[in-house]
């Protein structure tokens, strides 16, 4: 294969915003967003992930909107040009009384407002982590918000880790130790890298 066609057919760098519900330092969250962006330095080439800090946004109010609802405050605007300018999404989503945490759809609701839905017409992935059921009905109620801001989910596979079950999924630190739990990571990041492929625009 000659240096013309090989460049022609390798996969773009897509920029994958990825987004941890909790705000908690050592939360496990954090850790399966840094477990994803070794899995792509090692091993998943044409995929970037870009950890997106919700935690200085003010919460959602209407009265800091300004320019006729398209004006924000700076922080808010640091946001929407961040997910603006990415190809997809990775959702870190805990599970608080049965939902998804109020950080994280605040930050759902500041980069849908005005005329320009931020979020529209780009692949996402949710990945969990909890008790019995392993985040996933947050991970249910964050697809059902999905539906409205016309992001698209992949469907398989599924991360809702069951994180106080045998062996330790992670350390003191919310570092990710479970190879198993690593490998579906994996899994979910080449699904997601899958469907972003073909939900971008073709060349006429």
């Not at 059902?144 to 596979?157: A, E, M, R, S």
Request: hydrophobic share 40%; net charge negative; proline share 5%.
């Amino acid at each position: 294969m000659d240096s013309l066609t090989a460049s022609t057919t390798a996969k773009p760098t897509l920029r994958v915003a990825a987004f941890g519900g909790s705000l908690r330092k050592d939360s496990w969250h954090r850790g399966l967003i840094r477990a994803a962006e070794e899995l792509c330095e090692e091993c998943i080439p044409g995929l970037r992930i870009d950890h997106v800090d919700i935690s200085g946004l003010p919460m959602v109010n209407p009265d800091l909107v300004t320019d006729g609802g398209e004006g924000f405050p700076p922080a808010v605007e640091a946001l929407r040009d961040r997910v603006h300018a990415a190809d997809c999404f990775l959702f870190a989503s805990p599970e608080y009384n049965y939902s998804v945490t109020a950080s994280l759809k605040n930050a759902l609701d500041w980069a849908s407002m005005g005329e320009h839905n931020c979020w529209a017409d780009r692949a996402a992935a949710i990945v969990c982590a909890g008790g019995d059921f392993g985040g996933g009905r947050a991970s249910f109620h964050l697809r059902q918000i999905g539906v409205f801001l016309d992001l698209h989910f992949i469907n398989k596979p599924e991360l809702h880790v069951r994180a106080f079950a045998d062996p330790p999924k992670f350390d003191e630190e919310g570092n990710l130790i479970d190879v198993e739990t690593r490998e579906r990571l994996k899994k979910v990041l080449l699904s997601l890298q899958a469907f972003a492929l073909r939900l971008q625009p073709k060349d006429d």
